[in-house]
């Protein structure tokens, strides 16, 4: 018997970005770790793990965020200097279309990532190879910065529903108010 946390029969309705979505994060762990035990070559090691969580990190921004959850953020510096951040993100009735599955593994393989990320940090502590520390340490800044951004982003898209909602209810009930004493 299998438990699910999913209707039963739904499918993952972006399959392909699922599956990209998870092979960088998992292969970036994957070969830290398999590398790490088989072969004591830094410099490689280094090199192909932040590249593969460079590529995960740019999936999951470009890419699986817009297709999986609909939103979509980046962060640029204005001519004053200042960092701005920008949030898009669906309108409610095609975020509502959106597959829950797609959005459950993006959800979690987006927290579940910098957890996996700090406990090698800590075997890396305890072994007492504080080098592989900058692997860890640009993995997590990427990934972290992907939680702000879509977190930031969600809140924005929230934010904006409510705005939206507030606004046609009081514009309805003007029209209403209006109508009712205009007769």
């Known amino acids: 018997m299998v438990i699910s946390w999913q209707a039963e029969g739904e499918q993952y ?3 392909a970005v699922c599956f990209f979505t998870v092979l960088f994060k998992f292969s970036a762990l994957a070969f830290y770790v398999l590398f790490s ?3 004591q070559s830094f410099v ?3 090199v192909v793990t932040v590249l593969l969580v460079a590529l995960d990190f740019w999936t999951v921004k470009n890419v699986s965020g817009r297709i999986l959850v609909g939103l979509r953020w980046w962060n640029e510096v204005n001519d004053q200097g200042e960092s701005v951040w920008h949030y ?3 309108d409610q009735q095609t975020l509502e279309t959106l597959n829950k599955k797609d959005a459950w593994l993006f959800w979690w393989s987006l927290y579940l990532t910098p957890v996996a990320w ?3 940090g ?3 502590v305890i072994k007492f190879n504080l080098d592989y520390l900058l692997v860890v340490g640009v993995a997590l800044v990427l990934s972290i910065a992907n939680i ?4 930031k982003c969600r809140k924005d898209a929230k934010k904006q529903i409510q705005q939206f909602a507030s606004q046609t209810v009081a514009s309805h009930m003007a029209s209403t108010l209006q109508s009712a004493f205009s007769v």
């Open 88 to 90: 898009e993100s669906l």
């Open 148 to 151: 702000i951004g879509f977190t």
């Open 118 to 120: 700090v406990a090698l």
């Open 44 to 46: 490689i090691q280094f």
């Open 13 to 15: 309705g972006h399959p």
């Open 37 to 39: 035990i088989f072969v």
């Open 122 to 124: 800590i075997v890396a």
